[in-house]
């Protein structure tokens, strides 16, 4: 599985931002797919996760500032993040679970600084 993370960027506190993650196979196919979040000198967490039934799962720091979503017919998952803050600069993380593995993508720069 093959994953392309896309859509980060600069942007100023209280902007919005939605980072796209392309996935090379049908992801209905993947049970489970999340976002994470590194910052320097910090260990990855995860942010958001979406199963394949819908259900979804945010970390305390985002609740209420980010929703994942998943387009089946497009194999993306879309994590939509409003409100955004400082304490939100991190390279973020796409990732699947398919067969009791996980897969990573790159990672892709999200900078909230005015």
């Known amino acids: 599985v093959q994953l392309q993370a896309s859509g980060g960027g600069l942007v100023q506190p209280g902007d919005s931002l939605t980072l796209s993650c392309a996935a090379s196979r049908s992801i209905t196919t993947l049970p489970l797919m999340s976002w994470y979040r590194q910052a320097p000198g910090k260990q990855r967490e995860l942010v958001a996760s979406?199963?394949?039934?819908?259900?979804?799962n945010y970390a305390d720091s985002v609740k209420g500032r980010v929703t994942i979503s998943r387009v089946n017919n497009k194999n993306t998952v879309y994590l939509q993040m409003d409100r955004l803050k400082p304490e939100d600069t991190s390279v973020y993380y796409c990732?699947?679970?398919?067969?009791?593995?996980?897969?990573w993508g790159l990672g892709t720069q999200v900078t909230v600084s005015s």
């Open positions: 990732n699947a679970l398919y067969q009791y593995f996980n897969y």
């Open positions: 979406i199963a394949g039934s819908g259900s979804t």
